[in-house]
């Protein structure tokens, strides 16, 4: 049996370098083919998990739309499938790549093994395309592999089949146990000597990421009108690395550019965003995979988005809904950095980081 593995941004890359690891432990024959969706940051990624791509599809085109995206990746990936020939291929979460890329090994009769499968916020427009791309990909999937016994159900009520369902946990918690270790055994860079100089040390810690397509415009708008005017407490300091996506881009400099306790950095590596994460005090984001991430950290997260398919770490107390009203952020936020929450004996949701294993396994015993 031969795996392609295909995926092109850089959170993929992150929850599909430990399955390419266990692939390789295992002695099963796989090839790892990037559309190269967000080229510089999975790049980094690929570099610290020691990943060489047998295929790069550099597809990344300035202000490319989702549709001229979509259709390079179809394109590309369908050569791609031609040559390598293989009898399964994995795709991981709901970006285009995953959804396009899927969508390409269905027309060719290749099977399908969804990696994170059964997140659902049942609003096709939150977040927008993922919402779509996800429930696109269950369609066509033969195994999906789900983080939760509530991912599980949710599939269930879609009429999947269960022999067709496997519960894993999640990869992201393999890779931060890695990446973890790494750290903890010295690691360092320049980028993150720099970090470290950055930070103030009286100072409290709120780390901002924000990338949704939703929040482009109003949204994105008033959560950084709420962090400029918390960032008027002397006691805090801002710390956003700011995303490559030019309407992004934009719009953070506009507002929060040129505030003493607020430092937009350019996007950083996976090592170093993790070491920050755990110097946070709270975690502002509207990511899918900080939301898994923080648990392991015990981090508060507040999360910048209307709707969150992640409801397991709201249920655990981790997360917080905010929404985009810079009101209800600033909020809350006063409310963590004044009681911050305690996690002690609170396990992460979102399993144990054997998730990468138990996906190997499963395949081969599947197709055995």
Not at 2 to 16: D, H, N, S, V, Y
Request: glycine residues 6%; aromatic residues 6%; neutral net charge.
């Amino acid at each position: 049996m031969k795996i392609l593995l295909c995926f092109g941004t850089r959170p993929e890359a992150i929850k599909m370098a430990p399955v390419i690891l266990a692939l390789k432990n295992n002695h099963l024959a796989y090839e790892v083919c990037v559309t190269g969706q967000h080229r510089e940051m999975l790049d980094q990624v690929l570099e610290f998990f020691e990943i060489k791509p047998d295929f790069d599809l550099k597809i990344m085109q300035e202000e490319q739309s989702l549709n001229s995206l979509s259709a390079l990746i179809l394109e590309k990936t369908d050569v791609i499938l031609q040559e390598a020939k293989p009898d399964l291929i994995l795709v991981q979460g709901d970006t285009t790549t995953a959804f396009i890329a899927a969508l390409t090994a269905f027309n060719r009769g290749i099977k399908i093994g969804h990696i994170e499968a059964g997140l659902r916020t049942q609003n096709l427009h939150s977040p927008f395309p993922e919402e779509a791309n996800r429930q696109l990909i269950s369609r066509i999937a033969d195994f999906h592999f789900v983080p939760t016994s509530s991912n599980q159900d949710k599939l269930l009520r879609e009429g999947i089949s269960k022999d067709k369902i496997f519960i894993t946990g999640n990869t992201v918690i393999d890779a931060l146990r890695m990446a973890e270790k790494k750290l903890n055994s010295g690691y360092e860079n320049e980028e993150l000597k720099g970090l470290k100089g950055l930070l103030n040390k009286n100072k409290k810690v709120l780390l901002v990421t924000g990338h949704r397509r939703e929040s482009f415009g109003g949204g994105l708008e008033e959560v950084c009108k709420g962090l400029r005017k918390f960032a008027e407490r002397k006691d805090v300091q801002i710390i956003f690395p700011v995303h490559l996506n030019p309407q992004v881009r934009r719009k953070v400099f506009e507002i929060l550019g040129k505030h003493p306790n607020i430092y937009l950095i350019e996007p950083v590596s996976y090592p170093s965003f993790l070491w920050l994460m755990m110097q946070a005090s709270a975690i502002i984001s509207d990511s899918g995979g900080v939301q898994e991430e923080a648990p392991s950290l015990k981090k508060p997260v507040l999360v910048t988005r209307k709707f969150t398919e992640r409801e397991e770490a709201v249920i655990a107390g981790f997360s917080t809904v905010v929404g985009t009203s810079g009101e209800m952020l600033i909020k809350k936020l006063e409310e963590v950095l004044e009681n911050p929450p305690d996690f002690t004996g609170v396990r992460n949701p979102y399993g144990d980081g054997e998730a990468s294993q138990k996906i190997v396994e499963i395949i081969k015993r599947e197709n055995a």
